[in-house]
């Protein structure tokens, strides 16, 4: 099986039509065809259901799409470290990351980096703690950031200079916008929104046996499209402070919780990582940024 051939599949896949995937690959029909053809006889499994004039994957297909995603990412990784062995002047960084306001800290570092390496490309993805993780544990990605404590047996990590507060985001004009906090009890009977993982882990843990008072209205990956739907009256979001724009001209309002809720955010990469050059000076420079940030606190 061919890297090759894998990219010829992703073209079809995502164009639904050998015509149109034959023509972004500057190849024949034929040719794409035959390709495809050859990998379903090596797979030993139909990828597309053919149509008149569309195709569209098999269940073989969609499980080949995210195998091959994934093959290609790598490959592609794997070309750009081995060209950035003997660059000094830049190379390229993949780093994954989770919802925060201290992403800051990372962007900060990132400008200061870039100015004695201005040749440094970095590549950012954005996701909750299983996807960036399995990303990184597949070797597609350098550094994740992670709004959990993570598996110390698996990664070594760095924990950012400060954490995230938890509150809730709500229209300006509600009730509860008139309280300065907000206890587990003001939330009884609200229709409420938060990421599934944050429900289950942290406000499960802030509200204890009250969590069955509660009710999860709907659960959101992104704090922003949670908001809309906060916009349009449908619920409350439980978030971190700063995620979501709560000025003046907004129509919403931020109030923590009571006792305060904070998550500590980290920066993590595997144990045992082998890394290029340039994502090794940048987590030499992070580590003594974020000593420096902590000696400061003391």
Not at 161 to 168: A, L, R, Y
Not at 228 to 242: A, I, M, P, S, W
Not at 246 to 264: I, M, Y
Request: charged share 30%; with cysteine.
């Amino acid at each position: 099986m061919e890297i090759r051939t894998l990219k010829y599949f992703l073209a079809a896949a995502r164009e639904e039509s050998m015509t149109r995937a034959a023509q972004y690959l500057h190849v024949s029909q034929p040719t794409l065809s035959r390709q495809i053809q050859m990998l379903e006889d090596e797979l030993g499994k139909k990828l597309f259901n053919r149509h008149s004039f569309s195709i569209t994957l098999t269940e073989a297909g969609i499980l080949l799409r995210k195998r091959a995603e994934d093959l290609i990412n790598m490959a592609d990784k794997i070309l750009d470290e081995f060209n950035s062995l003997d660059d000094i002047t830049g190379g390229e960084l993949y780093l994954g990351l989770a919802e925060s306001y201290l992403i800051r800290y990372l962007a900060r570092e990132i400008k200061q980096f870039k100015k004695m390496y201005p040749d440094l490309r970095y590549h950012i993805t954005s996701g909750d703690t299983e996807q960036v993780t399995e990303k990184l544990d597949k070797g597609i990605l350098d550094f994740a950031v992670l709004a959990e404590e993570p598996n110390d047996l698996k990664y070594h990590f760095l924990c950012f200079p400060q954490s995230d507060i938890w509150g809730v985001v709500m229209p300006e004009n509600d009730k509860l916008a008139k309280k300065e906090k907000i206890y587990a009890d003001d939330l009884v009977g609200l229709s409420l929104f938060c990421s599934k993982q944050s429900w289950e882990r942290d406000i499960h843990a802030w509200c204890g046996e009250k969590i069955d008072s509660l009710n999860l209205e709907g659960s959101f990956r992104l704090s922003y499209n949670a908001s809309l739907f906060v916009k349009e009256g449908l619920g409350y979001l439980l978030t971190f402070d700063h995620l979501i724009d709560t000025g003046a001209d907004s129509g919403l309002v931020f109030r923590p919780l009571e006792p305060a809720l904070k998550t500590k955010i980290y920066l993590i990469w595997k144990r045992h990582q082998i890394f290029t050059p340039i994502a090794e000076r940048f987590l030499k420079q992070i580590k003594k940024s974020f000593l420096n940030h902590q000696s400061q606190k003391i």
